[in-house]
């Protein structure tokens, strides 16, 4: 559960954002009438990103066997990288949000409101085509059950909207430093826990060599089936008996990026404000 809400919390908490910047700048230019696209735009977006769960589960019910641990492994590889992306996207575009969309929803704003439709479909429809790959990712790592990870995304969105309806709520200058901080350096562990059980489902069908078996064994201290090693093996990657190869694309990967991020700290960053006007 606590995997599935990090991921809802942290991309229901970006759409939600979205979505309130674009109701803002339409108040701003008086284009309330557009609300009733945007909410259209929600809406179809929701439909759309179920659609694609269901046909991600129908795929990933065609594998059996060895073709499930190979399928597995390439889906926590692609969730690792889309997460890995969304890290690399905010960084860039921190404090610049609201400025960008601004000019969208001036380009796009037309009389009969499709511009602001399409706009508000593609920022949500993103963010629920991410989860939904996301999800999976944590579903193929074996960590977590489906109605633990249903439970845990709809606390996590409903945690994110509350947030958002806060923040816009306010009206005033709000730090999210280190709400985004917090969730990067916990999105990169888990980014970093998926990626090494790629490598480990990929060891098991001899697509890598492992180098060595049982680096170290915590079973008898810490058991990933009890309820701390659960958690910690969802949000962090904890394995209580690794191969070495997985070990080192775990290392490697937090080398990478954690290297990344904090040489990515000396660039300026705009402060997040909340948007006037809804």
């Given amino acids: ?27 701003r230019l008086g284009r309330r009438r557009d609300f009733v696209w945007v909410f259209a735009g929600i ?63 001036h380009q796009r704003a037309d009389g009969h409101g499709v511009g602001v439709f399409a706009l508000s479909f ?50 005033r200058r ?23 059980r790629a490598a480990g489902n990929w060891v098991a069908v001899d697509w890598l060599p492992a180098l060595a078996y049982g680096v170290w064994d915590t079973s008898g201290i810490l058991p990933e089936g009890g309820a701390v090693g659960t958690v910690l093996a969802v949000l962090v990657g904890y394995n209580a008996n690794p191969t070495l190869m997985e070990v080192l694309v775990y290392a490697a990967y ?3 990026v954690g290297l990344w991020l904090v040489l990515g700290r000396s660039r300026p960053e705009g402060a997040a404000t909340a948007p006037k006007g809804v």
């Fill in 122 to 171: 593609l920022a949500v429809f993103r963010e629920g085509a991410e989860s939904v790959l996301f999800l999976w990712g944590v579903a193929a790592a074996g960590r977590e059950g489906g109605g633990s990870i249903v439970l845990g995304a709809a606390l996590g969105l409903g945690a994110a909207v509350l947030i958002a309806w806060a923040l816009f709520a306010g009206g």
């Fill in 254 to 256: 937090l080398a990478g």
């Fill in 1 to 27: 559960m606590a995997g599935a809400f990090l991921i809802l919390l942290r991309e229901g908490f970006e759409a939600a954002l979205v979505v309130g910047i674009i109701l803002a700048v339409l108040a």
């Fill in 174 to 196: 709000v730090p999210m430093r280190a709400f985004f901080g917090a969730t990067t350096a916990l999105l990169v562990l888990l980014a970093a826990g998926m990626l090494a």
């Fill in 43 to 105: 809406g179809c977006a929701a439909v759309a990103s179920v659609a694609f769960a269901v046909f991600a589960d129908r795929v990933g019910s065609m594998f059996g066997g060895a073709g499930q641990e190979v399928l597995n492994g390439i889906v926590l590889a692609a969730a690792a990288a889309m997460i890995t992306y969304v890290v690399v996207w905010l960084r860039g575009t921190r404090g610049q949000m609201q400025a960008q969309l601004s000019e969208r929803i």
